[in-house]
Structure formats: C-alpha cells, structure tokens
C-alpha cells in the first residue's frame, strides 16, 4: 500500500500533520475520519525501489543552490508575516519542484512536529542543507532572531549563485569552443585520415614521424570508437579518485593556484568566501572559533583548508586571526590582512568582512569579463596550432613524393 503525507483537522480545529499507508485517498479520509479528523491534502511518499535496481545518480538527485536560496527567502518572508514555521515549510514544498527536496521538506515538518528543534531536523541532512546553514539557523532559534539569520542566510547564497553564475557565465563560450573542437578532430581522424592513409600506401611514400602518429591516432578512433566513452569514463573515475586523497588534492590545487590566467580569479573566489561566510556566522552570533571551524569543513580549496584549520589552533591560544593569516601571503592578499586588522582593532570584524566581500565579488565580475577577451585569442592560437599540425603532417608526404619525382 502507498504512504500518504497528509493535512488533515479535527472538528475541533485543531491541524494534523502525519504520514500514513492506505490503499487510496478515499480509504485515508476513513480512516481519518474515525479518528475524529478531516482530509484536507494528501500526497503519495516517493516509493523507494529495491536495492539491486538502485542507481545512484547524484548529478539528478541534487538540491540546487538556487532551490535551496527559493525555500530560504520564502520562508523568511512567511515568518516575518506571522505564519508559524510547520505551516511555512509545508507550504513551500507543495510547490517545491524537485521530489528529493520536497520529500527532505515534509520530512522536516514531522520532525518539528514531533519536538525536534528546527536546527537539529536540518541537520538529519547534511548534503542538502550546510554546517554553516545549519549553525545559523541554531543561533537565531536559540537568540529569538530566526527571521534575521534567514536574512543572513538568503544574501549569503544570493552572493553565492551571483559569482558561480559568473564564473561559469565566463567559463561557457571556451568549453563550448574547445568540445566542438574535439567532436571535429575526432570526425577528422575516424572519417579522412584513414582515407589519406590508403593513399600513402599506394603512393608507397616514406611517411614522416607526425604522420605516423596521426594515422595511427585515426587508426585507433576509426576501430575502438565504441572504447571513447569508456575511456572518457575511466578517465573521470581516474581523477575523481586521485582528488579524494590528500596528495591528489595538493598537487591539483597547487596546478590551480599557479595558472597565470585562473590563479588570480581562484584567490578572489576562495577570499570573496572566506569573508563572506565569516562574516555571516559572525553576525548569526556565533563566536570566532566555531566559525572558522565552520569554514575551514566548507571551503573547497585544500590550501585555504589547511591555512584556516592551523589558523583555528592558534586562535584558540589568543592569537589574531589578522597575524597567523600573514604566514600565507600566497592565498590572502595584503588587503584581506590589513581590513581584518583593522576589524579586529574596532571590534567590527564582521562589518568589514562584509564591505571586503563585497569588493571582492565586484573584482570577481571585472575579472570574469577580462578573462572572456583573455581566452578568446588563445583558443584561436590553439585551433591554429592543431589545424596546421594536423595541415603539416598530412601534405608533407605529397611534398616529400613531389621532390623525389624532380
């Protein structure tokens, strides 16, 4: 039998929030109904398939982060008019689009019904909602100010999707530019290298080294095609398994770190969320320690990681956050220091981590649009490269037989 999440009131007024198993909705309002309550909705719980069918797809199951911005701004709004928080977050997952997030949502609602905190029912599912998010929330349960930290939270991920929009916004016209290129590359080695092939073979004419290797490329294509998606596969389980170790991480990042085109925008990214977010922990009320604890599980890059775990050591022990940053002036310009001394001299740490973010997320949009007119030429310089590569080796062998006949 189905389960059904379901809204129901007693004659009294009083409203119901459960999940039960019946056979159909009309069988759930009987049943309701001798209990002394009224069907108002109900929806049937995602069923969960067996085991050995199950195919975990990540990418498809994901909350999104402009999902997850939705269901932050809306329930703000919603608390600051006066709806109580069961029935605010009932009501944003009837329309939520996505049948994880909504099922995570009513589940969320029981929860609370059942006296769990609002904190603690978020934290049940930490792949959807953040240490960070979840800590703010705490805090403004625990202060009374729920309302502001939802605040804090929706210009915390509305900055967010701003510079990851950016970003990938700069990042779109080259990938689509270099995967054309490989699609035709590809058609060229599998459709006309093995027909040039054929000709040298008849010519009977010595064929230089890059000839070689581009037919035995075309070769390889024209005769393994069904082998390109496994390998394409292989290759991305390859590096997916290399970045989970703690080498693997170093040496991609320091890759990252010292490309002259990327490192600049990487340092921005990685200070413009350092700010940001300690910033907004900082505000939610939560002390310094416990913040950069925070940060340091949710900032990506291992170097920024490792930099913020020894900074949470030294803090502990009455060090500045501004003096043990100093030690790392490959990840956190002058300009992050001097603004986080100034912060710590004041007592307005938090105020000027803002104002710092905010300029770093402008420096990020100046350099997304720079990167843009940077990339383009390149790519012609690289399209040209592989063409006159391509060019070279296969007319040489018709020059090398013309000389031969003079």
């Known amino acids: ?10 004659l009294k007024g009083e409203e119901k929030r459960d999940k039960l198993e019946a056979k159909n909705e009309r069988e759930l309002a009987k049943i309701l109904r001798e209990k002394g309550f009224i069907l108002l909705r109900a929806e049937i719980e995602e069923k969960k398939k067996p085991e050995i069918f199950k195919i975990s797809l990540p990418f498809f199951n994901r909350v999104s982060l402009v999902e997850k ?3 932050t701004r809306n329930l703000k709004v919603m608390i600051s008019a006066g709806v109580p928080l069961t029935r605010a977050i009932y009501t944003i997952a009837e329309v ?9 949502l009513f589940e969320i609602v029981q929860k609370i019904e059942k006296g769990e905190s609002f904190s603690k029912s978020l934290s049940y599912f930490p792949s959807i909602f953040s240490e960070l998010f979840v800590s703010c929330i705490k805090t403004g349960e625990e202060s009374g100010t729920l309302e502001e930290s939802l605040e804090i939270l929706t210009e915390q991920m509305e900055r967010e999707h701003e510079i990851k929009s950016k970003i990938i916004g700069a990042l779109l016209y080259p990938s689509v530019i270099i995967s054309v290129l490989i699609v035709i590359a590809i058609l060229m080695l599998t459709i006309v290298v093995p027909k040039l092939e054929k000709v040298f073979e008849e010519l009977n004419v010595e064929l230089p080294a890059t000839t070689r290797f581009v037919i035995a490329l075309g070769n390889f294509f024209h005769n393994f095609w069904y082998l390109l998606p496994f390998l394409i596969l292989a290759l991305i389980s390859f590096f997916k398994t290399i970045l989970k170790t703690e080498s693997g991480k170093k040496i991609f990042y320091a890759f990252l770190l010292k490309i002259p085109i990327f490192s600049p925008l990487i340092k921005k990214s990685n200070c413009a969320f350092f700010t940001r977010n300690l910033s907004s922990l900082i505000l939610a009320g939560l002390p310094l320690v416990k913040s950069l604890e925070i940060i340091s599980k949710g900032i990506g890059n291992i170097y920024y990681q490792n930099s913020l775990k020894e900074a949470l050591k030294r803090v502990k022990k009455g060090e500045k956050l501004s003096e043990i940053l100093k030690k790392y002036p490959d990840l956190y310009p002058p300009l992050v220091i001097q603004m986080l001394a100034i912060g710590e001299e004041t007592g307005e740490t938090a105020t000027v981590l803002k104002k710092l973010s905010k300029f770093y997320e402008e420096e990020i949009d100046n350099t997304t649009k720079a990167l843009t007119s940077i990339i383009e030429p390149l790519i012609m310089v690289v399209i040209g490269v592989m063409i006159g590569f391509f060019a070279i080796s296969m007319i040489q062998p018709m020059y090398s037989m013309l000389g031969g006949l003079k």
């Open 69 to 71: 911005l939705m269901f």
């Open 96 to 104: 939520v689009k996505t049948k994880r997030f909504k099922k995570v």
């Open 1 to 10: 039998m189905p389960t059904y999440y379901f809204v129901a009131k007693s």
